[in-house]
């Protein structure tokens, strides 16, 4: 009798060419490469300050704090990077996403569970003043991803657009394995506003949630 053939190994998936978000109308992106970056920040400069030209210190300050900015992300492996310009009212609501590829250095691709238990025995390990993240296993559009909340209490004061006083910033990040390597596609949202914590969570959950792979 002819032993039964073993099964033919699955082919991985190719990695994908690029990745596309979906983001709420009155978000900016900023590209962080280095020959695409200033030209990113003047853009954005010139549209928060249009129909506005009497304030050239401001316009120089803010240029120099996002090309500052910028350049951290880049260097911190950053990708894209996304500043929130909505409006309500006469309050811009202050938030961000910084998109990074996040290499690991693994032979073979590292599951979510096992990223997300490595990032939990992080958080027990921390400062015992510091507030203990929230660390999950979602399913997304693009795949399984660790879901990581955080609160970090803020030196100084509040943040234009946050209340006086006491304050904390508010995270959201998504790792997300590329597939067909053993890379992971890392998005962190953050904003100040402590108080509409689970309200921004919610948007941040939903822009994560539009991430689809490309070829």
């Known amino acids: 009798m002819k ?5 033919a190994p699955s082919t991985p998936p190719a990695p994908p060419a690029d990745y596309r978000l979906l983001l709420p109308e009155g978000w900016f ?7 695409q970056r200033d030209k ?9 300050f249009r129909g506005i030209d009497n ?6 300050e803010l240029r120099g704090d996002l090309r500052r900015r910028a350049a951290k992300a880049y260097r911190s492996g950053g990708i894209e990077l996304y500043l929130s310009l909505q409006a309500v009212g006469p309050f811009t609501i202050p938030a961000s996403l910084l998109v990074t590829l996040a ?9 979510p569970e096992d990223l997300a238990r490595a990032l939990a025995e992080d958080a027990d390990a921390e400062d015992a003043g510091t507030p203990v993240p929230e660390v999950g296993v979602e399913e997304l559009a693009a795949g399984t991803a660790v879901r990581v909340r955080r609160l970090a ?5 509040a943040a234009p657009g946050a209340p006086d006083g006491d304050h904390a ?3 959201v990040e ?7 390597t053993t890379a992971y596609l890392l998005l962190t949202f953050s904003t100040p506003l402590e108080p509409i914590a689970d309200a921004m969570a919610g948007l941040f959950d939903a822009i994560a949630g539009s991430l689809t792979w490309t070829e």
């Open 174 to 180: 998504y790792h997300l394995p590329v597939p067909g």
């Open 55 to 60: 304030v050239p210190h401001l316009k120089k």
């Open 29 to 35: 992106r900023i590209l962080l490469d280095p020959g």
């Open 103 to 111: 290499p690991l250095r693994h032979a073979e691709p590292l599951p």
């Open 153 to 157: 209490p803020q030196p100084g004061g």
């Open 40 to 48: 990113s920040v003047d853009a954005l400069v010139e549209r928060q």
């Open 169 to 171: 910033s508010v995270s």
């Open 3 to 7: 032993p039964p053939e073993s099964p």
